[in-house]
């Protein structure tokens, strides 16, 4: 003999229709209280907050590092006290993002310039966020070469967002704390 409650049955269900008239069945037990609209607007919002989010997820692409003067082994001693400039070169689809990162004399900060490469007659105007293991951003344009040029840049992992017509494209670096 087997259990024929609502659950069961929708546990049981073999076909669309059978799992379809189970939930109806479990539905029709529910109690029929309506919820309150700020419950509603609420879960609505979250919603579209998430959809936002997915959106953006997808709108984003990554920039793949093709070049870093620091891949091959640093010359000894030179992790502590005082580092090389490090040169970054990020690739995509749509462009080349060539950064230097030159570490500040006796300090744990550094400078981060660059330049957006493509093959695009006007390069200028276009918007950086340089975002910290903090999660600081600040934001650049680009000039006309397409150069940008942050000053003071905290040691540790770092994001730099470029903001283009198509989405955002987004690359990732490092900065060394030379006392460490």
């Known amino acids: ?11 049981n269900a073999e076909t669309d229709a059978a799992q379809i008239a189970a939930i109806k069945q479990l539905a029709d037990k529910l109690p029929s209280e ?12 979250l919603f579209r907050q998430r959809q ?4 953006k997820r997808a709108a984003q692409q990554i920039a793949a590092i093709e ?8 010359a000894l001693g030179s992790r502590k006290g005082s580092l ?3 040169q970054l ?25 660059g ?6 007659p006007d390069l200028a105007g276009i918007e950086l966020r340089l975002t910290d293991k ?4 600040r934001g650049r344009v680009t000039d006309e070469l397409g150069s940008f040029h942050f000053s003071f840049c905290i040691a540790g992992a770092h994001e730099l967002t470029i903001a283009l017509d198509d989405g955002d494209l987004v690359s990732h670096f490092t900065i060394y704390d030379p006392s460490e």
Request: hydrophobic letters at 35%; zero cysteines; proline letters at 5%.
């Open 1 to 11: 003999m087997t259990d024929q409650t609502p659950l069961n049955q929708l546990k």
């Open 34 to 45: 309506t919820p309150q609209e700020s419950l509603l607007q609420r879960a609505s919002a």
């Open 52 to 55: 936002q989010q997915v959106k």
């Open 67 to 74: 070049f870093d003067s620091w891949a091959g082994d640093l």
């Open 84 to 86: 090389p400039d490090r």
């Open 89 to 113: 070169l990020f690739q995509s689809t749509q462009l080349e993002i060539d950064i230097q990162i030159t570490p500040i004399q006796g300090s744990d900060k550094a400078t981060v310039q």
């Open 115 to 120: 330049q957006l490469m493509v093959d695009t």
């Open 134 to 137: 903090n999660g600081h951003t």
